[in-house]
């Protein structure tokens, strides 16, 4: 029983903060509008940790998550509305399309090394974006409009509880060692026998998967999707979450991507100033903390910390005491 004793406790925090929240929007203590900001942190926090895969623990600094949460959030509006597909086909359709043109992407771009790779996914996010302006099967330049709105706070909520579990899985796994040891030391890892490239496309491939399945989310909670809302400033948005959260932190993206969503919609009652607010808050975070506010440590890192200095103190007392 003591072996599991932390999932067991990890379960039941998960399922007790869901229904406590669950129950003040039932009681319609928490409105509509904090419903909302609940719902898009939960989508941020998908797309940061997805980011964060590649970027932060695979060490490859990617510009193209937009494209796609696009690719995935337009395939899967148009398998609900087009092809009247359930939302779930639709949401799994839109993910796999978004991974399958990872590959593609992948394979030829991650031989690339540093800011060249992070400026060929910038490239593609734009040509992405082009592609679906153009395409008036989807809308064009006019939007994707009657999507049907599926996604709840429930769905969200258990979204991101999935994708935490499968990336944390997939980190303390050997594919994960693999690809923390492509962040510290490539040419090192390469020596080790590590297949660099194929583990960074897989990487690429998890990280589009993930983005994707947050894009089919917003589209089918939105109701209505355009080409500018996935542009270039939404791909430093994401990477935004994942530097201010720590690169390699998980527990950091989802702090990060709660932290950002909320903060200019509490800052909106000051208006344009809001945004110059919003920029110095990550200014000043950044110089006084650099490596973001979690650095590569997780929530159980920092419990397990505090639990050796009780046990080192209480150790002094009792040493100090036999004398």
Do not use: W
């Amino acid at each position: 029983m003591k072996k599991y004793r932390n999932q067991i406790i990890t379960i039941a925090l998960v399922f007790g903060a869901f229904i406590i929240i669950n129950s003040l929007i039932g009681a319609n203590i928490i409105n509509r509008y904090i419903t909302r900001l609940m719902i898009l942190s939960c989508i941020n926090i998908i797309l940061a940790i997805s980011l964060n895969l590649i970027t932060g623990i695979t060490g490859q600094l990617s510009l193209g998550n937009a494209a796609f949460m696009a690719i995935g959030a337009y395939v899967s509006a148009f398998f609900s509305v087009n092809l009247g597909m359930p939302f779930v086909v639709s949401l799994i359709a839109g993910s796999v399309t978004a991974a399958a043109m990872s590959v593609i992407v992948g394979i030829p771009t991650l031989k690339l090394k540093g800011d060249y790779f992070a400026i060929t996914t910038l490239g593609v996010c734009e040509i992405i974006r082009v592609l679906i302006t153009n395409m008036d099967i989807v809308g064009g330049a006019r939007g994707f409009t009657g999507i049907p709105k599926k996604t709840t706070f429930t769905i969200a909520y258990f979204a991101v509880v999935l994708v935490i579990v499968v990336v944390v899985n997939i980190v303390k796994s050997t594919k994960g060692r693999a690809m923390l040891a492509i962040r510290e030391n490539e040419i090192a890892a390469e020596a080790m026998g590590v297949n660099t490239t194929k583990y960074k496309v897989v990487a690429f491939f998890i990280s589009a998967l993930i983005a994707g399945f947050a894009g089919g989310l917003f589209a089918h909670y939105t109701a209505f999707i355009q080409p500018t809302t996935f542009n270039f400033l939404k791909s430093i948005e994401i990477v935004t979450f994942v530097v201010l959260g720590g690169m390699g932190s998980i527990t950091g993206s989802v702090i990060a991507a709660i932290v950002l969503t909320i903060l200019p919609e509490a800052l909106r009652e000051f208006a344009d100033l809001r945004m110059i607010f919003y920029s110095i808050t990550l200014v000043i975070l950044m110089i006084f903390r650099p490596q973001g506010l979690f650095g590569t440590l997780e929530i159980t890192d920092i419990i397990a910390k505090f639990k050796n200095k009780k046990i080192k103190k209480y150790d002094k007392v009792q040493m100090t005491s036999d004398k």
